[in-house]
């Protein structure tokens, strides 16, 4: 009895240009420094804490004109929360953009199917699709029939990451580099994703995609 669930048949990836655009994002997001509220350092917290109590004392003992400047202080911390938030995250977005702007989802990922096996990722693509096919999976061994099929063996992923919605793997066979999305939504297609998650963690035990670490194609 297998110690983790497989796939019978490979399971359609239907991954839609929008979803591979957040996909990146998703990725380039999580290797950029946090944005939320949790990211604050407790030393920033303790500095915008003594500014408003400090504000909120001159309100109460001091009346006129010169309540402005303590109006002033609680604005500067709200106005500073609002930059190392939704400015930040604001600003990760538009250099995402900028780096992607030209780039688009390639054709074979509309067609393809991806299966999990003991031994590797099984990839599957209809047999009258031969370019789509060779631009993906070349440097791999295909198995002919109604569909062509290639598997990237475990051992051959280099690294990996994952968000709250995606799997990244990059992987070198033969020489040859390639990446691999696997959207978590799959495993309501009972797509064994802690399967995936279990074999990239035996072959790679830190998560983080170092395209640095493969070798230059030959």
């Not at 669930?5 to 359609?12: E, F, I, R």
């Not at 995609?209 to 230059?216: A, F, Q, T």
């Amino acid at each position: 009895m297998a110690l983790y669930p497989y796939t019978l048949q490979p399971v359609a990836l239907n991954i839609t240009e929008a979803e591979f655009h957040q996909a990146q994002y998703e990725l380039f997001a999580s290797a950029s420094p946090s944005f939320g509220l949790k990211s604050i350092k407790k030393k920033e917290w303790i500095i915008m804490a003594i500014v408003v109590i400090l504000a909120a004392v001159g309100l109460v003992f001091v009346t006129g004109y010169s309540t402005i400047i303590f109006w002033l202080m609680i604005v500067a911390v709200v106005i500073y929360l609002l930059v190392r938030t939704l400015g930040f995250k604001w600003y990760v977005k538009r250099e995402f953009e900028k780096q992607v702007a030209d780039q688009e989802m390639p054709d074979e990922m509309r067609q393809m199917k991806l299966g999990v096996q003991k031994h590797g990722l099984v990839m599957a693509m209809p047999s009258n699709q031969p370019e789509m096919m060779k631009s993906q999976m070349r440097g791999m061994q295909m198995r002919a029939g109604s569909t062509q099929q290639a598997v990237i063996p475990w051992t051959a992923i280099k690294s990996w990451d994952e968000t709250d919605d995606y799997i990244f793997m990059m992987f070198e066979m033969k020489g040859q580099q390639g990446s691999q999305i696997l959207p978590k939504r799959l495993q309501a297609q009972k797509f064994p994703i802690d399967t995936v998650r279990q074999h990239l963690q035996e072959v790679v035990a830190v998560k983080g995609l170092n395209p640095e670490n493969l070798k230059p194609p030959a």
